[in-house]
C-alpha cells in the first residue's frame, strides 16, 4: 500500500467518525488532520417545543406532507412489524416481513431537531422477533440495539434526529440479511429547518432484491432461496416490493410543467441501484440523500442501504419508465415503474411517439396482471380451460414474440417467418414445436411456401406455465388448430432436452 493511500484512508476513517459524531463534513484530501467536529446548528440541542406530535406514516409511493413547524418537536412514531403474505409478480406470492404491512414500510418524515419517541410494535400474529436500525440515528446500532421485539410485543426508545437528509431504516435482526431480503427496509427524511424546496409533487420509490426457490415468475407461493442471497444472484429486482407495484393503474402520475420529486432508496440487501427515469433528466440530484446536489444527471447511483432524493420538471406527455439501468434487472427481473405524465403536448420539446411498447413489453398491457394471475389461479385450482390459457398467452405474446413474429402474428419478410395459419405448425409434431421455442430454432425452415433461414433465440428464460400459455395462445388462434400446452409439456421438453450452451437454464 502507497503512503499516499494509507494517509488517505486513515484520514477516511476519521472522518467518518467525525461526521456520525457532529453533524460537521470531513475536509476531503490535504493531508491535514480532520476538522473538529463542527458545533451542531443551535436548534439541535435546544428543548423540543409544544405538546408531542404523533407522526403521520404513509405507505408507498406516498409521503406525509412537508413539516411547518419552525421550531423542533417531540415526535411519537408507532410502526409496527407485519409479516404477510402479498404477490411479487402476478401470480407469484411471497411472504413478505414488513415495517407497516408494505414493501418498502411506512414513510416517516420529520424535522431536524426533532425528539422521536418510537414505539415497535411486532404483531402477535408474526412469528420471528424483530428490531429497526434508523440510519438516521446517531447512537449504537441505530436503535437496533434498543429496539429487539419479540412478536406480541413492543418497544420504546428516544432518539434525536441530528442531521438532515434521507435515511434508510431496517430491520437488523439475525439473520440481518435475510430479515432484508424479505422486505425489511424504508425511509425516514429528516428535513432541515424550513424544509426542502417546494416541488409539486413527491413519491416514495425504494428498490429491492428478492431471491426465490423459483425462478423469475415462476408461480405460486415462493419460499426464499438462502443460497440465491449468499450468492447474491437474485430472482427478482424490483421497485416498491413487486414487479407491479409502480405499473398500469399504479403508475406514479404528474401533470405537463409540475416539478416532481422522488425519494428513492434501496433496501438491498445485496444490489445498489443505476436510478433512471427514461426520458427524463434529473434537475437536481441530493447525491446519497445528503445536502449537496449535482444539477442534470441522467443516472445515479445509490448503494445498498443508501437514498437520493431527486428532482425534475416533466415537460412532455406520456409514460416515462423508472428503471435500474442495470438491464436485466429492469427487463428480466421486475425493476421497471411508470410515471405517468398528462397535458399538452410539446412538440418543440418532443415530437411524439409513445415509448411504452418499445421498452416495457407485456408491462406495458393493462390486462397482463388480470389475465396471467386468473390461468395461475385456474390452474392451482385445476379448473384451466383453454380460453384462460389463450388468454394469458396473448398477454404475454405482446412484447415478447411479437417483436419478431409481429402483434399480428404475420412475421416479416425475409427474416421472421408468420405464426398465423403456420403450415410449420401444423406440420410438426408438438414436441418439437415446444423444444423449437424454448431450446431455439435455426437453420432452414419453410413456412406457408417461403424459406426461411434466421435465428431464434432460447426462450428458455420465460417460466413453464409463461411459455405454456403463449404456445397455447399461438396454436390455437391466428388460424392454427393444434391444442393445449400445458405447463407439464413444457417443463418435460425442459428437463429432457439440450439447450445450447449460455441459454438460462
Ligand atoms: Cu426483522
Sequence with gaps: MSKML????????????????????????????????????????????????????????????????????????KLEVQEKELSISEGVRYTFWTFGGTVPGSFIRVRQGDEVE???????????????????????????????TAPGHESQFSFRALNPGLYVYHCATAPVPMHVANGMYGL???????????????????????????????????????????DESPTYVVFNGSEGALVGDKALTAKVGERVRIYFGVGGPNLSSSFHVIGEIFDHVYQ???????????????????????????????????????????????????LKVEGPEDKIVYSGKEVDSVYLSDKAGSGVGTTVAEATASAEAGTLTLDQQIAAGQALFAGTCSTCHQPDGKGLLPTFPPLAASTYIAATPMDTLISGVLNGLT???????????????????????????????????????????????????????????????
Design 288 to 338: 446519497e440523500g445528503g445536502s449537496n446536489t449535482q444539477d442534470n444527471v441522467q443516472t445515479t447511483m445509490v448503494p445498498a442501504g443508501g437514498s437520493t432524493i431527486v428532482d425534475f420538471t416533466v415537460n412532455v406527455p406520456g409514460t416515462y419508465i423508472l428503471v435500474d439501468h442495470a438491464l436485466f434487472r429492469a427487463f428480466n427481473k421486475g425493476a421497471v415503474g411508470m
Design 6 to 77: 494509507r494517509v488517505v484512508l486513515g484520514l477516511g476513517l476519521a472522518g467518518t467518525l467525525a461526521c456520525k459524531g457532529g453533524g460537521g463534513n470531513a475536509a476531503a484530501g490535504g493531508g491535514n488532520p480532520p476538522p473538529s467536529a463542527a458545533p451542531p446548528p443551535a436548534d439541535v440541542t435546544s428543548a423540543p417545543v409544544g405538546d408531542p406530535v404523533v407522526a403521520q406514516l404513509t405507505p408507498p409511493p406516498f409521503v406525509p406532507p412537508p413539516i411547518t413547524r419552525d421550531k423542533p418537536a417531540k415526535v411519537i412514531v
Design 188 to 230: 425516514i427524511l429528516v428535513e432541515p429547518p424550513g424544509g426542502l424546496p417546494k416541488v409539486d409533487k413527491e413519491y416514495y420509490v425504494v428498490q429491492g432484491d428478492f431471491y426465490t426457490v423459483g425462478k423469475y415468475r415462476e408461480k405460486g407461493l415462493q419460499p426464499f432461496d438462502m443460497q440465491k442471497g449468499i
Design 118 to 148: 418510537f414505539h415497535l410494535q411486532n404483531h402477535p400474529g408474526n412469528k420471528m422477533p424483530h428490531n429497526i436500525d434508523l440510519h438516521a440515528v446517531t447512537g449504537p446500532g441505530g436503535g437496533a440495539a434498543s429496539s429487539f
Design 443 to 505: 437453420g432452414p425452415v419453410q413456412v406457408n411456401g417461403v424459406d426461411y433461414n434466421g435465428v431464434m433465440p432460447p426462450m428458455s428464460y420465460l417460466a413453464d406455465d409463461d411459455l405454456a400459455n403463449m404456445m397455447t395462445y399461438v396454436f390455437n388462434t391466428m388460424g392454427n388448430k393444434k391444442g393445449a400446452v400445458s405447463k407439464a409439456d413444457v417443463a418435460r421438453i425442459r428437463a429432457t432436452t439440450p439447450r445450447p450452451p449460455g441459454a438460462a437454464h
